[in-house]
């Protein structure tokens, strides 16, 4: 007998293909990635919503405990989604979905009251003890701290310990003294006058004296340190009128050359009646000396930049300029107006009229070889201060003589 039989057959469940964006995303990963498109950091959102950062960082990971208020959570949640450009009403739908939170009736005490307060020693401040992502966690007191720092700053110590103590050593010894009994008796140093040989002979003295040595006197070591005299005399010359005077030619006592013979009509010694001249001094170094004859700034500087002379000269002002072995520089600002006088000789002008001339220096040798003699009749100003000149050094002298 053949029996009929038949098996069940196992249904095949159909497995849905699963693509690469078939997964779930929670409402705090689509705001994060939304703020993340915008560029803007838990911040920025605080300061332009005037939210607080860890309301919203609580608002993306669906956290209702974190906000004090329940009450406006739901204003948060939905003013964080226009923000974002997100639908507010689906953005709290799904916040209550994730999160669990229900919304409480307006007057109930859920909805109005603070939520418990735990019991914690102290204040929670978010910034102090953060609890959030965005802000990292404070280190620990050592936690900057290396190991080998510790070593070096120990060898540090000691360095500078060693370097300490040896100075301080090195000061006592410096500053200890010595006392050794001797068996002279101490004598008073301020009697002892070292020129005349220690004031006692050396045997009551009882030093050893150096064989052969001899104290200088007190007349050797002065003319020793006595200044030198001079190898030719030093003469200030007299004023101009003065010096100009002549005994042997002008006055009633001036002697004739009968009364003494080689003396010349004009008053001057012949060599043959008195004999040689004796010139105790030499010639002056002719020196160079500034006329103006009209307004003009001037300024004279030294070799070494020093300013020896400035000031607006005015017509008939004279400057002797210093003879230094660097001859002096001239600026002057107008150049037609100041001559230069060398050995009763005028040369110039400095320049054309109007013009500014700079570092000319002030030697005779570069004076008269650059300028030539000034013609008095081509500047009127410049032959009216001759002539007052001449006048102030006659006038004296010829006063003298009447």
Not at 54 to 62: F, G, L, R, V
Not at 247 to 257: D, E, F, I, Q, R
């Given at each position: 007998?053949?029996?009929?039989?038949?098996?069940?057959?196992?249904?095949?469940?159909?497995?849905?293909?699963?693509?690469?964006?078939?997964?779930?995303?929670?409402?705090?990963?689509?705001?994060?990635?939304?703020?993340?498109?915008?560029?803007?950091?838990?911040?920025?959102?605080?300061?332009?919503?005037?939210?607080?950062?860890?309301?919203?960082?609580?608002?993306?990971?669906?956290?209702?405990?974190?906000?004090?208020?329940?009450?406006?959570?739901?204003g948060y949640v939905?003013?964080?989604?226009?923000?974002?450009?997100?639908?507010?009403?689906?953005?709290?739908?799904?916040?209550?979905?994730?999160?669990?939170?229900?919304?409480?009736?307006?007057?109930?005490?859920?909805?109005?009251?603070?939520?418990?307060?735990?019991?914690?020693?102290?204040?929670?401040?978010?910034f102090a003890t953060?609890?959030?992502?965005?802000?990292?966690?404070?280190?620990?007191?050592?936690?900057?701290?290396?190991?080998?720092?510790?070593?070096?700053?120990?060898?540090?110590?000691?360095?500078?310990?060693?370097?300490?103590?040896?100075?301080?050593?090195?000061?006592?010894?410096?500053?200890?003294?010595?006392?050794?009994?001797?068996?002279?008796?101490?004598?008073?140093?301020?009697?002892?006058?070292?020129?005349?040989?220690?004031?006692?002979?050396?045997?009551?003295?009882?030093?050893?004296?150096?064989?052969g040595f001899e104290?200088?006197?007190?007349?050797?070591?002065?003319?020793?340190?006595?200044?030198?005299?001079?190898?030719?005399?030093?003469?200030?010359?007299?004023?101009?009128?003065?010096?100009?005077?002549?005994?042997?030619?002008?006055?009633?006592?001036?002697?004739?050359?009968?009364?003494?013979?080689?003396?010349?009509?004009?008053?001057?010694?012949?060599?043959?009646?008195?004999?040689?001249?004796?010139?105790?001094?030499?010639?002056?170094?002719?020196?160079?000396?500034?006329?103006?004859?009209?307004?003009?700034?001037?300024?004279?500087?030294?070799?070494?930049?020093?300013?020896?002379?400035?000031?607006?000269?005015?017509?008939?002002?004279?400057?002797?300029?210093?003879?230094?072995?660097?001859?002096?520089?001239?600026?002057?600002?107008?150049?037609?107006?100041?001559?230069?006088?060398?050995?009763?000789?005028?040369?110039?002008?400095?320049?054309?009229?109007?013009?500014?001339?700079?570092?000319?220096?002030?030697?005779?040798?570069?004076?008269?070889?650059?300028?030539?003699?000034?013609?008095?009749?081509?500047?009127?100003?410049?032959?009216?201060?001759?002539?007052?000149?001449?006048?102030?050094?006659?006038?004296?002298?010829?006063?003298?003589?009447?």
């Amino acid at each position: 007998m053949i029996r009929r039989g038949f098996r069940r057959v196992k249904e095949e469940q159909a497995v849905e293909t699963a693509g690469f964006d078939a997964f779930e995303l929670r409402l705090g990963d689509l705001m994060r990635g939304e703020r993340a498109t915008i560029g803007k950091s838990l911040l920025d959102v605080q300061r332009e919503l005037k939210i607080k950062a860890a309301y919203i960082a609580a608002i993306e990971n669906s956290d209702p405990t974190a906000f004090d208020t329940p009450g406006f959570i739901a204003g948060y949640v939905r003013s964080y989604a226009r923000y974002l450009n997100m639908d507010p009403d689906w953005a709290f739908d799904t916040f209550c979905t994730e999160s669990g939170f229900a919304t409480a009736h307006g007057m109930s005490e859920q909805a109005s009251g603070a939520k418990p307060v735990k019991a914690v020693p102290f204040e929670k401040d978010i910034f102090a003890t953060p609890a959030t992502p965005f802000i990292p966690a404070g280190d620990a007191m050592f936690a900057a701290v290396e190991p080998r720092a510790i070593g070096s700053f120990a060898v540090l110590i000691a360095l500078i310990g060693g370097l300490g103590f040896g100075g301080y050593t090195v000061l006592q010894e410096v500053q200890k003294v010595q006392l050794a009994p001797v068996e002279n008796t101490p004598t008073v140093v301020a009697d002892i006058d070292p020129l005349a040989g220690g004031g006692l002979p050396a045997a009551d003295a009882g030093v050893d004296v150096v064989a052969g040595f001899e104290a200088p006197t007190s007349e050797s070591l002065d003319r020793l340190y006595r200044p030198q005299a001079l190898d030719a005399p030093v003469l200030v010359p007299r004023d101009g009128p003065i010096a100009r005077l002549n005994p042997a030619s002008n006055g009633a006592l001036a002697p004739t050359s009968a009364e003494r013979p080689g003396l010349l009509e004009d008053g001057s010694t012949s060599l043959a009646g008195v004999g040689p001249n004796i010139q105790v001094t030499e010639n002056p170094i002719p020196g160079v000396q500034l006329v103006a004859v009209r307004d003009a700034w001037v300024r004279v500087r030294a070799a070494d930049g020093t300013v020896l002379y400035e000031t607006v000269m005015s017509a008939g002002d004279t400057y002797n300029v210093p003879q230094t072995e660097d001859p002096a520089t001239l600026r002057i600002g107008e150049s037609g107006a100041v001559y230069f006088a060398v050995n009763g000789a005028h040369y110039g002008p400095v320049g054309p009229r109007g013009q500014v001339t700079s570092n000319l220096a002030l030697s005779v040798d570069n004076l008269t070889t650059s300028y030539a003699v000034a013609d008095l009749t081509a500047d009127s100003d410049l032959a009216e201060v001759v002539r007052v000149a001449e006048v102030q050094v006659l006038t004296p002298a010829q006063d003298l003589d009447q």
